[in-house]
Nanobody, 118 residues
């Protein structure tokens, strides 16, 4: 399984970015996918999650600003980030977790840097 994240960059406060995660090596349409972030000196946190059925959940601080979506035909997961704030600055990672033969599989992309300037 490989996850390749892209789309990060430097943006001014109030701006937008769209992160993409390309997944390969397994069937992903039946798996929950997530975006996490980790800021310097802080723990990694779950930002958004999308289930195999398309249900979504978000970190409280990004609700109404971020939207997670998926394209199962292309094995892609996206994170549209609007109204960005300096506190959104972090490395963003895509993730997939699932059980296979009763073993938890946990895969991460390489991360993409998002920097929001004030």
């Amino acid at each position: 399984v490989q996850l390749q994240a892209s789309g990060g960059g430097l943006v001014q406060s109030g701006g937008s970015l769209r992160l993409s995660c390309a997944a390969s090596g397994s069937i992903f349409s039946n798996k929950n996918m997530g975006w996490y972030r980790q800021a310097p000196g802080k723990k990694r946190e779950l930002v958004a999650l999308i289930s195999s059925g398309g249900s979504t959940s978000y970190l409280d601080s990004v609700k109404g600003r971020f939207t997670i979506s998926r394209d199962n035909g292309k094995n892609m997961v996206y994170l549209q980030m609007n109204s960005l704030k300096p506190e959104d600055t972090a490395v963003y990672y895509c993730n997939v977790k699932y059980l296979e033969d009763s073993e938890l599989k946990d895969y991460w992309g390489q991360g993409t840097q998002v920097t929001v300037s004030s």
